[in-house]
Nanobody
Framework: QVQLQESGPGLVKPSQTLSLTCTVS??????????WSWIRQPPGKGLEWMGV???????YYSPSLKSRTSMSRSTSKNQFSLQLSSVTPEDTAVYYC????????WGQGTQVTVSS
């Protein structure tokens, strides 16, 4: 069974780039047919899908975030990452990484606050 763990700074200043990493254990990030996603939940709001890496390393992003979002994976570290540029306080949220292969697997989530 896949386990996921998010890591990264809990506080980011406005206009900076938010960088998060999801460490995968229990399976290889190169295993076929997995999708690897980032999803966030702003305070008091629902879940927002941000983007996905599919196993042929294609990436797809939410249209509303596409201009600021980049996702990548590291096969040597068995990790995938998120970068969100030009952050504002509206990017404050709990950020989750997710893996899907039939079943959904979730990290515990990491709180990121954008504030000066």
């Amino acid at each position: 069974q896949v386990q996921l763990q998010e890591s990264g700074p809990g506080l980011v200043k406005p206009s900076q780039t938010l960088s998060l990493t999801c460490t995968v254990s229990g399976d290889s990030i190169t295993t076929s047919y997995y999708t690897w996603s980032w999803i966030r939940q702003p305070p008091g709001k629902g879940l927002e899908w941000m983007g996905v890496i599919v196993n042929d390393v294609s990436t797809y992003y939410s249209p509303s975030l596409k201009s600021r979002t980049s996702m990548s994976r590291s096969t040597s570290k068995n990790q995938f990452s998120l970068q969100l540029s030009s952050v504002t306080p509206e990017d404050t949220a709990v950020y989750y990484c997710n893996a899907r292969l039939g079943a959904n697997y979730w990290g515990q989530g990491t709180q990121v606050t954008v504030s000066s």
